[in-house]
């Protein structure tokens, strides 16, 4: 229903919950784990999408754990940029605007 009122996907296709390594809390953050394929994939969308898949993840784990920020971690380690509109080393506060 969602694609036929128009509504597409933020996460891209190639991306499965196997990409997803390892989520752990921390205080009230969450780290959150994923795999090269999925940093490959932000890559491939674009400074213009980079933001949106960004928070539409944050978002969607801040309202359902109830945790306050997100730190995402490719293969184990920070990425500082990925397709060039975000900082990706730091922390993500859910963002409601988004």
């Known amino acids: 229903r969602e694609r036929e009122a128009g509504f597409l996907p933020t996460i891209p296709e190639n991306v499965s919950g196997d990409d ?7 205080d009230n953050m969450l ?6 394929t999925f940093r490959a994939a ?3 969308a674009g400074p213009e999408k980079e933001a949106l898949l960004c ?3 944050v978002n969607t784990l801040c309202l359902n754990s109830g945790m306050k ?8 380690k920070q990425a500082e940029t990925i397709a ?5 080393g730091g922390e993500f506060m859910y963002n409601p605007g988004m």
């Not at 920020?69 to 184990?76: A, I, K, L, P, Q």
């Not at 060039?84 to 990706?88: D, M, V």
């Open 20 to 26: 997803i390594l390892g989520i752990a809390a921390e």
């Open 55 to 57: 928070y539409s993840i």
């Open 42 to 44: 932000i890559e491939a």
């Open 69 to 76: 920020r997100v730190c995402f971690f490719f293969e184990g």
């Open 31 to 36: 780290l959150v784990n994923l795999s090269e």
């Open 84 to 88: 060039g509109s975000l900082y990706w």
